[in-house]
């Protein structure tokens, strides 16, 4: 399968001497669906800004189906859609107008910009909004504007930056089906999330990028695979009481009637095993349940290797993982 | 490059740039269109009846061709540097960079926009001082090459403010402080020969003397400058500018971080 999107060695230090990208590898098939994953900061609108031409890079290169963004940037420029993380349209033009206008800047005759513009419009439900100013529109429309802008000239890949981000949860749900719709037509794409389940539900491949570096790039699939540690939590009937007799198992008692047990699948434990237990000791489980998203604790993992903080404070938005959620509420 | 698409994105830019104008018509060209009758009205009809004669015409007559110049000045500088600032404020420049539209394109685009809108001024400002004066052209091609250049070198000054601007305040900076008194001493109200010989000299320096007189012949006749002399200040400031304004956007440290 051919390539569409290529970046080797890609370096960014901005003007205040700050280095933001620290030599980036990503390779994208044609037709994937890839999640660019990681905390806010970690330069994940850095790298998207380098392939969208609007951050100068400082070292390495990229190629857009098979184009360089250096030496043929009109024809790269023409393959990729851009829906950026700040809203960045003309708040004093109209919905439809703003839409025409980016066609023409693709080339495409004024007949087929207005076309166009319709017919993606109608998708993502803003047809009867085309004479609104844009600034009126509500926070979720001028998103959704922002996809439909990107897709007017049907680009081969589109890139979308944090397209969720302060989205409620109706309306992103709606828009993945959108996006997941546009990924099965044959376009390639690539987001950046700080939403672990949008990663999951959406994408086939993912990198996580930290602090400039990625630290994981495969598919979806073996990154899920990878997860062998899990945290459950148990309601018990009755009355708990230290210490408790769980050999093999890391347990700590959370209240009367709750306890917390680790389970690492590769060592042998099981639920069964650790059910046996409960019996021995005369405890009684009312009920289970994950303590958090999966990937979510694999991420802590892998962000800091070795150090297990985040199991103590579950993020409060369980799909946010709990580097990014403190800082969350400025990423729209 | 592709000059079909550079074609299409260089028209999208200017009907784009044509209707905020027309969108905003209070604001864009009837300000301009009352400033400037109130000029004719008290300089060319009240104060003007008591100068007399001003390099052999009428003052009225004198004065009509460097009022029109003002509005073609002001409204091209003016409509580059509110456009493309406000395009870069708010961020709506980056559907330019990521689309394939070349940089000499975006300029070409945006100077178009000013050069109309000042030429739409100059048109409603010709219109009006017809009320107040008759008005014959002694020489259509100088009379059209002269706005017409004028016109671009403000386009273009307008949008190297705007490259150079980082608050709304470094767009009316240069305007008020720079260009104002350039134009009022630039010889749109009086002949320099009126000035102390020290004082003409300095004016020789002020650009916007050159554009003033050499459109001023062109409708009158006379000049206090050789037409040699403003074409070619014309076409220097022209190629400089427009080069000037094509390494700041290629080199882009001021659009890209
Ligand atoms: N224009 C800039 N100048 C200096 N530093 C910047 C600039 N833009 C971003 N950064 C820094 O680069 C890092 C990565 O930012 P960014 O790519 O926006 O992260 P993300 O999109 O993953 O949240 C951050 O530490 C940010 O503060
Ligand atoms: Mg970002």
Sequence with gaps: MSVALEIKGLKKTYADGFQALKGIDLHVRQGDFFALLGPNGAGKSTTLGILTSVVSKSAGSVCIMGHDIDQDFQQAKQCLGVVPQEFNFNQFEKVFDILVTQGGYYGLSRALAKQRAEKYLRKLDLWDKRDTISRTLSGGMKRRLMIARALVHEPQLLVLDEPTAGVDIELRRSMWEFLTEVNDEGTTIILTTHYLEEAESLCRNIAIIDEGQIIENTSMKSLLRKLTREIFIFDTRNALQAPLELPGFTARIMDDNMLEVEIEVGKEQSLNKLFTLFDGAGIEVTSMRNKSNRLEEMFVNLLKPGNIVGYDKPAEDPMVVPNAAASSGAAS | ?257
């Design chain 2, 1 to 257: 490059m592709n000059m079909a698409i550079q074609w299409v994105s260089f028209k999208t830019i200017v009907v784009k740039e044509v209707r905020r104008f027309m969108r905003i018509w209070v604001q864009t060209l009837v300000p301009p269109a009352i400033t400037i009758a109130l000029y004719f009205v008290i300089f060319g009809s009240l104060i003007g009846s008591r100068i007399g004669q001003m390099g052999g015409y009428d003052y009225m007559q004198f004065v009509v061709p460097g009022l029109i110049m003002m509005a073609v000045i002001q409204n091209s500088y003016g409509n580059v540097v509110s456009s493309f600032y406000g395009t870069k404020f708010q961020g709506n420049i980056e559907e330019l960079l990521v689309s394939p539209t070349a940089e000499v394109t975006i300029l070409l685009g945006y100077l178009a926009g000013g050069v109309l809108r000042g030429l739409a001024v100059g048109g409603i400002v010709t219109v009006l001082a017809l009320f107040f004066t008759d008005l014959s052209v002694e020489s259509w091609p100088i009379t059209i090459s002269m706005v017409l250049m004028t016109a671009v070198v403000f386009s273009i000054a307008g949008f190297l403010n705007a490259m150079y601007a980082n608050s709304f305040d470094d767009i009316s900076i240069i305007p008020t402080f720079v260009l104002t008194p350039m134009i009022y001493l630039g010889g749109v109200f009086y002949s320099v020969d009126l000035l102390p010989d020290f004082w003409a000299k300095v004016s020789l320096a002020n650009p916007i003397l050159y554009m003033v007189n050499g459109f001023r012949y062109g409708i009158l006749g006379v000049s206090d400058v050789s037409l040699g002399v403003s074409y070619f200040m014309l076409t220097l400031f022209m190629l400089g500018g427009f080069g000037f304004a094509m390494y700041l956007l290629t080199r882009g440290e001021k659009l890209r971080s």
